[in-house]
Nanobody, 122 residues
Framework: QVHLRESGGGSVQAGGSLRLSCTAS????????MGWFRQVTGNEREFLAA????????YYSSSVKDRFAISKDNAKNMVYLQMNSLKPEDTAVYYC???????????????WGQGTRVTVSS
């Protein structure tokens, strides 16, 4: 079993920055990827970024590529999402997920965290 836990959410004014963290524990194996998604109530989960935990590959949604950056700390089994120039429309619950490959397809993620809420005020 794998457990994921997000942290770092909160409230910020437009133009500000936040860094989200996600810690993976349990039987992750050594060859996996982690990704970030977000969801607004009533909408589908939206892919943001993914990163290989066993290599250098990253993959971004074009909608956030210029403002968000994904990174990792393999020693800690952690992945981060640095979010800059935040906008009110970035308000959502942010989730990290674990998959076997670097992907933006939600169904390919095997595990999910509980989410962390980000609120951006204008």
């Amino acid at each position: 079993q794998v457990h994921l836990r997000e942290s770092g959410g909160g409230s910020v004014q437009a133009g500000g920055s936040l860094r989200l963290s996600c810690t993976a524990s349990g039987r992750t194996g050594s060859n996996y990827a982690m990704g970030w998604f977000r969801q607004v109530t009533g909408n589908e989960r939206e892919f943001l970024a993914a990163i290989s935990m066993s290599g250098d590959a990253t993959y971004y949604s074009s909608s956030v590529k210029d403002r968000f950056a994904i990174s990792k700390d393999n020693a800690k089994n952690m992945v981060y999402l640095q979010m800059n120039s935040l906008k009110p429309e970035d308000t959502a619950v942010y989730y990290c997920g674990l998959a076997q490959v670097v992907t933006g397809i939600e169904d390919q993620y095997d595990y999910w965290g509980q989410g962390t809420r980000v609120t951006v005020s204008s």
